[in-house]
């Protein structure tokens, strides 16, 4: 099935300092490409949405300048933590849209695969 | 290498009762999560499992056998709004979440 990979899988890093998390999806093109956050135990938090070749879409409460995001191709979306504080310290994950046409569904259908996710600890 | 199995689309009756298994394979263990995703919406958390045995919480429940590398959720007295994407995801020794595809439940009225 499709694969979506992350990385860095971990990262520490210190307060003041960015971070940049990559999300590929390795054996298709996806435009586009959505950052979850995760707290333990607790839903996916949607962050923003990528868009190849257009600026993300960012949920509310989500700060753009804070979290940039840039879609840079079909594969690869990345996520950047600018001045992380420890607050940032999560679990991110990223997940990549496969459009297909399916012959049960009798038109398009997309389907959602997640990646592994990044643990980020900014001390 | 890892791998996370699940059906890929289950249909059941509204107030009846339906059991989605997961098996799977990684490099170490710490947990099983379940997440239900409505059509365009974020995952919520169902449950997580990191012993062997069931958990209850209300309608849904979620089983786990280490040894088999086995985990089930079961969904009881199901409503229409239960028609959704059910994902299992197992975290492995690096604390990373191996997904399966996900289990596409339609209820039939």
């Known amino acids: 099935g499709a694969v979506v990979s992350q990385h860095p899988s971990w990262v520490i890093c210190k307060s003041g300092t960015s971070v940049k998390i990559e999300c590929r999806s390795l054996d298709f093109q996806a435009t586009t490409m959505f950052w979850y956050r995760q707290f333990p135990k607790q839903s996916l938090m949607l962050m923003a949405t990528?868009?190849?070749?257009?600026?993300?879409?960012?949920e509310q409460g989500v700060e753009k300048d804070k979290f940039l995001i840039n879609h840079a191709s079909l594969t690869l979306s990345t996520l950047t933590v600018t001045s992380a504080h420890p607050e940032d310290s999560s679990f991110y994950i990223c997940?990549?849209?496969?459009?297909?046409?399916?012959?049960?569904?009798?038109?398009?259908?997309?389907?959602?695969?997640f990646g592994p996710g990044t643990r980020l600890l900014v001390l | 290498g890892q791998n996370i199995d699940q059906p890929t689309e289950m249909t059941a009756t509204e107030g009846a009762i339906v059991q989605i298994n997961c098996t799977y394979q990684t490099s170490g263990f710490n947990g099983l999560f379940w997440y239900q995703q409505h059509a365009g919406e974020a995952p919520t958390f169902l449950s997580y499992?990191?012993l062997d045995g069931l958990e209850e919480k209300g309608r849904f429940s979620s089983f786990l056998s280490r040894s088999k590398g086995y985990s089930y959720l079961l969904l009881k007295e199901l409503q229409m709004k239960d028609s959704a994407s059910y994902l299992c995801?197992?975290?492995?020794?690096?604390?990373?979440?191996?997904w399966g595809a996900g289990t596409k439940l339609i209820i039939k009225p």
């Open positions: 499992n990191v």
């Open positions: 997940s990549a849209i496969l459009s297909g046409w399916t012959q049960l569904a009798g038109g398009p259908e997309e389907t959602q695969y």
């Open positions: 995801a197992a975290m492995d020794s690096n604390y990373q979440l191996i």
């Open positions: 990528s868009n190849e070749g257009s600026k993300a879409t960012y």
